[in-house]
């Protein structure tokens, strides 16, 4: 079976996170996803998502830190999805191959008819807000 890294962005704006609806035609059809796409050989992981969203959103992000990395079996590969951070961006942000774009906070793209490989990434994600660190108490 084929292995694929993949890299996600969980871009994140005055506390909402990005959610992109997967185009009716292709893979999981309908389903929303954090953006992003396949590492090409040779290339970081913090590179290959840039260069990700910049191709599918057009914009310029500062890929932040590493979320939570995730193995699943979809149409028959195995694809390793890790999700990062990002903060911060330029330009304006255009669906370029999603049909759909929307803001919502964490909690609320539970809602959302999420692609199976994203669901431990935002768990990961929300249950990293959540933490503590130890020195505040």
Known sequence: MKTLDVVA??????GKILLA????SGDQAGLWEFPGGKVDA???????????????LAIKAVVGSYVASHQREVSGRIIHLHAW???????EMKALCHSELVWCLPAEAFN????PADIPLLEAFMSLRDATPKDSC
């Not at 962005?9 to 005055?14: D, F, L, N, S, Y």
């Not at 992981?45 to 191709?55: D, I, K, S, T, Y």
């Not at 959302?112 to 692609?115: Q, T």
């Open 21 to 24: 609806r997967r185009p009716e």
């Open 9 to 14: 962005a969980i871009i994140e704006q005055r």
């Open 112 to 115: 959302y008819p999420l692609a």
């Open 85 to 91: 951070h990002v903060a911060e961006f330029t330009g």
């Open 42 to 56: 040779f290339e970081s992981q913090p590179a290959a998502l840039a260069r990700e969203l910049e191709e599918e």
